[in-house]
């Protein structure tokens, strides 16, 4: 992301300040209130001159002939680095104190993480389940309903999955669902999903009085994966309007358009490098849909196991600062519990 040659420390402050203020008033900003605010010891002159330069460096546009200069995808991507690389971040103990007052343990900040970094940050949020090639299967029951039907549960680590009723087959094994469980059991139990799903040998050749019974538990398998991969949670989309820029019907429609769109986030979202702690999309420049706006994700982990990302959608002069500061700390809560 970073492409920062010609930045002088100055332009560098002029570029922070201009930024902070977009982000806080959604206003241009004028030389003379850099100065006042952010540079008392330069001239109005000399800041006016380098917002010049910026402009002519790509990280500053003026919309209009007759409006202020507004930060550009490019400025957003320089001041993300820079906090990144500073670790500036708002006070943590901010957000553990919303976070300990409105949850009383881990459990309740795991299972409504996105509506708290939307309530949180004030921004749409969403919730990325990663894929599920690594839960494992720990059992599978049959549970005799006693009229011609049973209960099949299946059970993973991260506890029970799916349950769903089905027919029985006619057969005159008279201890047919106790040989059943002994079977799945063996033939499930301890492997993970991506083994079971792509596995052709589910069943020995010898036991096709179990075949139908088989089947029907895979399948099962193969729904859960498959809804749970096309799974994304999205909250707060109505705070996408306490933002001026989205008094403008056409984008309104260009953020549903995406946050409707489950393959699309997806796609922007997924990162194919596993290292990458945070996601960062600004912008039309990193995927053309995203004009005016930004997605910030985090990868996050619970009992050691990285489960999804976490993240928010708005405007482009979103507060990234709270916003990487709110994720990191519940990834950091996730992890440590």
Same mark, same amino acid.
Not at 169 to 176: G, L, R
């Given at each position: ?11 560098? /402050? ?8 977009? #982000?806080?008033?959604? $206003? ?77 343990? #881990? ?56 349950? =769903? ?30 083994? #079971? ?30 809804? !749970? $991969? ?6 707060? /989309?109505? /705070? ?12 309104? =429609? ?9 393959? /699309?986030?997806? $796609? ?7 290292? #990458? ?6 912008? =039309? ?31 482009? !002069? ?20």
């Amino acid at each position: 992301m970073k492409d920062n040659k010609g930045l002088s420390e100055r332009r560098k /402050k002029i570029l922070n300040a201009l930024v902070d203020s977009y #982000i806080s008033d959604a $206003e241009p900003i004028s030389s003379a209130a850099i100065k006042d605010k952010y540079m008392p010891d330069v001239s109005t002159a000399t800041i006016r001159s380098e917002l010049a330069t910026l402009e002519e460096m790509g990280y500053l546009s003026q919309p209009h002939i007759s409006a202020g200069r507004v930060p550009s995808s490019k400025a957003y991507k320089f001041y993300v680095d820079n906090i990144l690389a500073n670790e500036s971040q708002m006070d943590l103990q901010q957000v553990k104190s919303v976070l300990a007052t409105k949850y009383a343990s #881990i459990k309740e900040i795991v299972k409504d993480s996105a509506k708290i970094v939307s309530d949180v940050t004030n921004y749409t949020s969403l919730l990325m389940i990663s894929s599920t090639d690594n839960i494992l299967v720990n059992d599978v029951k049959v549970i005799d309903m006693y009229d011609g039907t049973a209960l099949v549960l299946i059970v993973t680590n991260n506890g029970s999955i799916k349950d =769903k009723t089905i027919k029985l087959p006619d057969t005159n094994i008279s201890n047919y669902i106790e040989v059943a469980n002994g079977l799945l059991y063996r033939t499930f139990a301890g492997k993970r999903l991506v083994e #079971i799903v792509h596995s052709h040998n589910v069943i020995d050749s010898q036991l096709r009085d179990f075949e139908q019974l088989f089947e029907q538990v895979l399948n099962m398998i193969i729904d859960y994966k498959n809804a !749970r $991969e096309s799974q994304i949670q999205i909250e707060g /989309k109505d /705070k996408i309007f306490n933002y001026p820029e989205y008094n403008d019907v056409n984008n309104v =429609k260009n953020f549903l358009s995406i946050v409707n769109d489950q393959e /699309k986030l997806h $796609e922007i979202v997924n990162d194919k490098d596993g290292s #990458i702690e945070f996601s960062i999309k600004i912008g =039309k420049e990193d995927d053309e849909t995203l004009n005016d706006m930004a997605i910030v994700s985090a990868k996050y982990k619970f009992s050691g196991e990285e489960v999804g990302q976490l993240g928010v959608i708005g405007p482009q !002069r979103m507060d990234y600062k709270k916003v990487l500061s709110v994720l990191r700390e519940i990834g950091t809560l996730f992890e440590n519990n």
